[in-house]
């Protein structure tokens, strides 16, 4: 089987893994791109490259026309981008295009999102089915070159999620409780650093981090963000159908008993609000 001339665009225990895997089939490695940390969600790809004597390129610090030049330099066969950021949920392989994520597909494969699902056993769920893609792409590749590897045209209808949480990493306390309660899950990867950070909100100018948020199903005609009363497990607060119980929280990275903190009557400033008074925090 031929050796490829492998270069990674990796983050986190996803880019690890791929790392591991090109290495083990026999490929060579020109450098991993990746954000060049030694503490963080983006150690495990650094760390790993540097145990195997890789060159990494830090992300932070290059731009499109050197990498460019890099990939021309050392002759790659094959860049990977490596990255892991609805009731089904997938993760494919597409050839790269000048436009964002517009490549054809070569493989893919999708999987169900469990209830209670977390941004975390979201991840490793991406990780679980897309290795063995990457792993199919290095034998099909080696074994008969470019002209067979698939190239599915994607559907005309996409949308494209900017990098990021949704809502500014807001609690959008005038959306449906499921949603609100959905974000909390998203943004969860305890016991590590979440690459999304935790939900906010803002209580009388104060920045507070909303760590753990769950339904009650009790409907509400308070407006969105009120805060109600404090019963067993947390204190209640008003989203746009029904109160969610605000079960842990955090200010300046402490945590807190979240009914020192919200007190009833008062209120969770929606995202515009609260926008505004972390820019004034900034100017100040």
């Known amino acids: 089987m031929p050796t490829l001339s492998v270069f990674l665009a990796a983050e986190e225990a996803a880019g690890a893994h791929a790392l591991g895997l090109?290495?083990?089939?026999?490929?060579?490695?020109?450098?991993?791109?990746?954000?060049?940390?030694?503490?963080?969600?983006?150690?495990?790809?650094?760390?790993?490259?540097?145990?195997?004597?890789?060159?990494i390129v830090a992300a932070e610090?290059?731009?499109?026309?050197?990498?460019?030049?890099?990939?021309?330099?050392?002759?790659?066969?094959?860049?990977?981008?490596?990255?892991?950021?609805?009731?089904?949920?997938?993760?494919?392989?597409?050839?790269?295009?000048?436009?964002?994520?517009?490549?054809?597909?070569?493989?893919?494969?999708?999987?169900?999102?469990?209830?209670?699902?977390?941004?975390?056993?979201?991840?490793?769920?991406?990780?679980?089915?897309?290795?063995?893609?990457?792993?199919?792409?290095?034998?099909d590749a080696a074994a008969t070159g470019r002209p067979d590897i698939p190239a599915h045209e994607q559907p005309t209808k996409r949308r494209y999620l900017r990098r990021g949480p949704p809502s500014g990493?807001?609690?959008?306390?005038?959306?449906?409780?499921?949603?609100?309660?959905a974000l909390g899950r998203a943004c969860t990867f305890d016991p590590f650093p979440s690459p999304w950070g935790t939900p906010v909100t803002c209580v009388d100018g104060t920045r507070v981090s909303i760590k753990r948020?769950?339904?009650?199903?009790?409907p509400s005609e308070a407006a969105p963000g009120t805060i109600g009363d404090s019963v067993e497990g947390g204190v209640r607060v008003a989203a746009g159908d029904e109160w969610v119980l605000v079960e842990e929280l955090e200010t300046d990275g402490v945590r807190a008993a979240p009914a020192t903190v919200l007190r009833p009557g008062d209120r969770c400033q929606p995202a515009a609000t609260a926008e505004q008074v972390s820019a004034a925090d900034r100017e100040g």
């Open 22 to 55: 090109v290495l083990g089939a026999g490929h060579r490695i020109t450098g991993v791109l990746t954000a060049d940390r030694r503490s963080g969600a983006a150690a495990g790809t650094a760390a790993s490259a540097r145990r195997a004597g890789v060159p």
């Open 61 to 139: 610090e290059i731009d499109d026309e050197t990498l460019a030049e890099i990939v021309r330099q050392e002759r790659v066969d094959l860049l990977l981008n490596v990255y892991s950021l609805a009731t089904r949920f997938g993760c494919s392989l597409h050839w790269m295009t000048p436009e964002v994520d517009a490549g054809p597909v070569a493989y893919a494969a999708e999987f169900d999102v469990d209830p209670g699902e977390t941004g975390l056993s979201l991840s490793l769920k991406c990780v679980r089915y897309g290795l063995p893609l990457l792993e199919r792409l290095l034998v």
């Open 169 to 181: 990493g807001y609690v959008p306390w005038a959306e449906p409780a499921a949603r609100v309660e």
């Open 213 to 218: 948020v769950s339904r009650t199903h009790v």
